[in-house]
């Protein structure tokens, strides 16, 4: 079955930076957008970062010209650099990835799958 591992999270000043990586593992034909969103304590998810196939990318204005989206299709992982970061970031950060697999009854499917979620702190 298909997994979404992220990694990289951590606490972190403000102005400090931080890497957050993802990495599907499973029985994978095709990995199309993936993508990072994050959770504040009693707000709703947000997108942060998505990258699609083709690498083209888009971002949540308030994290614009601060954090960059990446992958690595041979090793089926995503990558946020989180640079210049603020209070406002702390947040679970989760990873996001529409694959196509093949499932327990040895179909191809193609679904949607999130990571577990990783904490990101950011405070003096």
């Known amino acids: 079955q298909v997994q979404l591992v992220e990694s990289g999270g951590g606490l972190v000043q403000p102005g400090g930076s931080l890497r957050l990586s993802c990495a599907a593992s499973?029985?994978?034909?095709?990995?199309?957008?993936m993508g990072w969103y994050r959770q504040a304590p009693g707000k709703q998810r947000e997108l942060v970062a998505a990258i699609n196939s083709g690498g083209n990318t888009n971002y949540a204005d308030s994290v614009k010209g601060r954090f960059t989206i990446s992958r690595d299709n041979a090793k089926n992982t995503v990558y946020l650099q989180m640079n210049s970061l603020k209070p406002e970031d702390t947040a679970v950060y989760y990873c996001n990835a529409e694959i196509e697999s093949l499932s327990s009854k040895y179909e191809r499917k193609r679904d949607d799958y999130w990571g577990q979620g990783t904490q990101v702190t950011v405070s003096s």
């Open positions: 499973g029985v994978i034909f095709s990995i199309y957008a």
